[in-house]
């Protein structure tokens, strides 16, 4: 059979009476596959070092940029207390617009690991009232959390973990199978760093549902309890005035300061309730170790897939 090469052929239609004329492409097959055919099918594009770090670098751009403009002396209760009136005449005009632009400033605070969290949830109790002040923060903080735990994931995360030894590898497996609860008790005792929460679970490959939920579960109480705090914050207010105003008329005005510390919130009550919760969390991994020395198969806890590998899309 001779070789055939693709061509046109013209044919008549038969059943036109007009003569009109149509074309059939007959493709060469004998000659091997197409040019089409001959190219791999790609899953997609490889990602370079670039689009990995890039996400990164802007994040850390933008840290600097905000301590460098000094915008971190405004993050302060006797800042709040100054701009009081206004910021309240902001809220009662467009209560919709002011929630949307704290959400939007809580979740830049967050993801740019800046000072202030707990001032900030303060401030949605002042200007929003403890419960709905009290979710918007929940949700802006989970939000600004996400962003970070996902760029640090998709950035040094993996490259971490291909380069860690066997021990390392081996604990960051086990705190995969136990995320959640180790995740939440982290949230809930106020003994480490918001922002070391949000990139150390991304250096162990945490599932992101899992980061989530744990997230949004354990900065409840906290939230809702500074959300308490900031709806009498007026009360706060005045007792700090009265106080200045007394100082005023027993010392000089050079030895009297109006001072409103966001420390003085975080009592020893809140604290130790916050640990109580914390210790809550942790006793089912407590419970598994334990029924793991008696030789018992614990059940999967949240956050473990059945193959015991972690989920890396």
């Not at 059943?15 to 000659?31: C, F, I, L, P, R």
């Not at 005023?248 to 809140?270: M, S, V, Y």
């Not at 198969?297 to 473990?304: D, L, N, T, Y």
Request: aromatic share 8%; hydrophobic share 50%; net charge positive.
């Amino acid at each position: 059979m001779d070789h055939v090469t693709p061509e046109r052929i013209w044919i008549r239609s038969a059943s036109d009476k007009g003569g009109a004329v149509g074309s059939v492409t007959v493709n060469d097959t004998s000659s091997g596959p197409s040019m089409n055919d001959a190219q791999p099918q790609r899953d997609g594009p490889r990602r370079g070092p670039l689009r990995r770090w890039l996400p990164l670098l802007v994040l850390v751009a933008a840290v600097v940029a905000v301590w460098a403009s000094g915008l971190t002396q405004y993050l302060s209760l006797a800042s709040i207390a100054e701009h009081r009136d206004l910021l309240k005449a902001h809220v009662a005009a467009n209560v919709t617009a002011a929630l949307a632009l704290y959400m939007a400033v809580y979740v830049a605070a967050i993801a740019l690991s800046l000072p202030g969290g707990t001032l900030l949830t303060v401030l949605g109790g002042f200007l929003f009232g403890w419960l709905a002040g009290g979710l918007a923060t929940v949700v802006a903080a989970t939000s600004g959390a996400t962003v970070v735990f996902l760029i640090a994931r998709s950035s040094f995360g993996a490259v971490l973990a291909e380069k860690a030894g066997e021990r390392v590898n081996a604990f960051a497996k086990g705190f995969r199978e136990d995320a959640f609860n180790y995740l939440l008790f982290l949230r809930l005792v106020p003994l480490f760093p918001f922002w070391l929460v949000n990139i150390a679970p991304a250096l162990f490959n945490v599932r992101p549902s899992t980061f989530m939920l744990s997230t949004i579960i354990g900065i409840i109480p906290a939230t809702f309890a500074f959300s308490v705090l900031g709806s009498g914050f007026d009360s706060i207010i005045a007792a700090q005035r009265a106080a200045y105003e007394a100082c005023l008329k027993a010392k000089d005005a050079g030895h009297c300061h109006f001072n409103l510390d966001a420390g003085a919130l975080i009592t020893p009550q809140i604290i130790a309730a916050l640990v109580a919760l914390g210790v809550v969390a942790i006793i089912p991994v407590a419970w598994k170790r334990f029924r793991m020395r008696k030789g018992e198969k614990p059940a999967a806890s949240i956050g473990q897939k059945d193959n015991g590998h972690a989920d890396t899309h």
